[in-house]
């Protein structure tokens, strides 16, 4: 079974806020990413001082986040209004080593939703699989 047609990968830039347990924010530069290839992850690359650090969870997490608090587990996202009364998105990752909580602009998760949706609408994660070449890795690998 081939997939029929190949969908673009998402990329975008998100300036988002790390908060800490004060309460206090500093900015932080982000890409969030969709590779259509594993089509039901998001990803958040977290850049800064010369490396970054890449999170993968499940695309799934930041539909629902834009409405209503969703996830269990290592990674929780939820709609919430900062301290100014904007619209932000906030994503509170778990890890044994600690965890981090950001918020970003709920406009810009919102654009990138859209563009990860329009590339593999929910619903047909898997039409975007490749089984073939899924089973060769597995089975070469």
């Not at 990674?75 to 619209?87: E, I, N, Q």
Request: charged share 20%; proline share 6%; aromatic share 6%.
């Amino acid at each position: 079974m081939q997939r029929a047609t190949v969908a673009a990968v998402v990329t975008m830039p998100v300036e988002m806020e790390l908060v800490d347990d004060e309460g206090t924010s500093a900015a932080i530069d982000t890409d969030l990413s969709y590779d259509p290839s594993d089509p039901f992850a998001a990803t958040v690359v977290f850049k800064g001082n010369g490396s970054s650090v890449v999170w993968t969870f499940g695309r799934d997490l930041l539909v629902g986040g834009l409405y209503e608090p969703t996830g269990e587990g290592d990674v929780h996202v939820w709609p919430c209004l900062a301290g100014d009364g904007t619209a932000v998105v906030i994503i509170e990752l778990q890890a044994p080593s600690g965890g981090v909580l950001v918020q970003a602009p709920a406009r810009d998760v919102h654009r990138f939703v859209t563009s990860m949706l329009a590339s593999v609408p929910q619903g047909s994660e898997l039409a975007a699989v490749d089984v073939d070449a899924a089973l060769r890795r597995l089975l070469v690998g």
